[in-house]
């Protein structure tokens, strides 16, 4: 059983930490500290996107439609946070 918890634990330790850089970068995009336009923060913010768009699309289609309040990264996070912290745990034992 460990042979399964240690990888999906570091899966989802890594979902972790890039979803809270994409909550951050994207504060720091709206109130304009950060630039897309230069080159290194661009890249990252797009590979960012790319990255986690496939895990907020199905979340976004189950919530409602807020207009410009996107919920589906909080919501990601939390089921990042349940998996890692409550559940995975409980099923190694």
Not at 8 to 14: E, G, K, W
Not at 70 to 78: E, G, K, M, S, T
Request: charge should be positive; hydrophobic fraction near 60%; charged fraction near 10%.
């Amino acid at each position: 059983m460990m042979a399964i918890y240690g990888p999906l634990r570091l899966i989802l330790d890594i979902a972790y930490f890039m979803m809270i850089v994409h909550i951050i970068m994207s504060w720091l995009i709206n109130f304009q500290v950060l630039n897309i336009r230069q080159p290194l923060v661009g890249q990252i913010w797009y590979g960012l996107n790319r990255l986690l768009e496939p895990i907020y699309v199905p979340i976004r289609r189950i919530l409602p439609n807020t207009g410009a309040l996107d919920l589906a990264p909080l919501v990601a996070f939390v089921i990042v946070i349940s998996l890692r912290d409550y559940i995975l745990p409980t099923l190694l034992f």
